[in-house]
């Protein structure tokens, strides 16, 4: 069956809209998705019909945006396959995800002497919460090297591993570059050490198929926003045994079992790490987008991905003066590039007057940029809507800005 491309564009509104007199081509998707109508009706009949807090009600309303949320943890459950839902904690994002262990694991179990490993790919996120862990604990931060095709060097990886690596923290895709990480490798090796590992999941769960408890990763974090659902709405995995052992994050309601003014004992997970009302009205949407790419099927939006990033590479490979950035073997639907002699600010203003969104610059990722020799790109990333006849229109937009200066 061919992929019902047409079909899946129907369902998102925003993509239906003129930019600077062009039809919109939205290739901003790596930053964050469009919604599909479902979410957004989700959200607008949350707010017409359910509105309640949560957990403590004893009305049918607050019944109702109870089981709606619960309902949306279970099914973060099923599309991570993990062993239970209490394994699965609602945060802010991926980057509030990430805090969480560096806040509450981090504080606990690494210590004076301790080593951190992450990698030359990682986005801030995934940099500075450790930085300012290790500073704070006297702690050791070791960075995995890449080749110039922007792929971990394995090797150095297994050589940075010892008996203080306490953690290992790495993007499982590079938003900067698309490359995706061994992951399984990595997570193998660490536990060998005794080490725990946390995956950022931000760009590797709308494309690829996510099983944690064949990855065996302790922690996961990613953000609803870049997989078609709401913005400031994220999740962070971890497994039961893990979580059990770190203590709260932040304190206050919800995240307590009894409180006296000389003692608090603390709630089970996920409660534990879930202070305060949380963003029910965002997490009942969140359902409806991973509804949405599991009815598609990972694998018929990974194969489309995939033959937009081929046809893009394959059309722009002959402009004139087009520099590709990050060219690993394995990689999700992420195009980074340059044009000789141009600034990628520049070509990503002149691509916006074309119609066509992209984004420029380091991506938060500036120890990348720093050690690829380069300022910024151009990054363009290819969602499940996306259609050949964009990257026709992107490769032709490249190509007439390229003339400009290559000529
Ligand atoms: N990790 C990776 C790999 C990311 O790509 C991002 C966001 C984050 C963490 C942080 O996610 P947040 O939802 O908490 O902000 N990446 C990008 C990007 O590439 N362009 O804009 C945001």
Sequence with gaps: MSFPI?????????????????????????????????????????????????????????????RYFEDTRETVQKFLNAKESAEIIFTKGTTESINLVAYTFGRKFIQTGDEIIISTLEHHSNIVPWQMLCEEKGAILKVIPINDAGEILYEEF?????????????VHASNALGTINPVKKIIDAAHAVGAKV????????????????ELDCDFMALSA????????????????????????????????????????????????????????????????????????????????????????????????????????????????????????????????????AVRTGHHCTQPLMKRLGLEGTVRASFAVYNSKSEIEKLAEGVSQIARIKNK
């Design 6 to 66: 047409e079909q899946i564009r129907q369902m998102f509104p925003v993509l239906h809209q003129e930019v600077h007199g062009k039809p919109l081509v939205y290739f901003d998707n790596a930053a964050t998705t469009q919604k599909p109508q479902s979410v957004i009706q989700s959200l607008e009949g949350y707010y017409l019909h359910d509105n309640a807090n949560i957990h403590r009600g004893a009305h049918a309303l607050a019944d109702r945006a109870t």
């Design 158 to 170: 297994e050589k940075l591993l010892t008996s203080k690596t306490k953690l290992v923290s790495v």
């Design 198 to 213: 946390l995956l950022d999941g931000a760009q590797s769960t709308s494309h690829l198929e996510i099983d944690v408890q």
């Design 225 to 356: 926003h870049k997989l078609y659902g709401p913005t400031g709405l994220g999740v962070l995995y971890g497994k039961r045994e893990v979580l059990e052992t770190m203590p709260p994050f932040q304190g206050g309601g919800e995240m307590i079992k009894e409180v006296t003014f000389e003692k608090t004992t603390y709630n089970d997970i996920p409660f534990k790490f879930e202070a305060g009302t949380p963003n029910i009205g965002d997490v009942i949407a969140f359902k409806y987008a991973i509804d949405f790419l599991t009815e598609i099927g990972k694998s018929a939006v990974k194969a489309h991905e995939d033959s937009l990033l081929t046809y893009a590479n394959e059309l722009l490979s002959s402009v004139k003066g087009f520099i590709p950035v990050g060219t690993a073997k394995e990689k999700v639907s992420v195009l980074s590039f340059n044009i000789n002699g141009m600034h990628p600010f520049d070509v990503g203003v002149m691509l916006d007057a074309k119609g066509i």
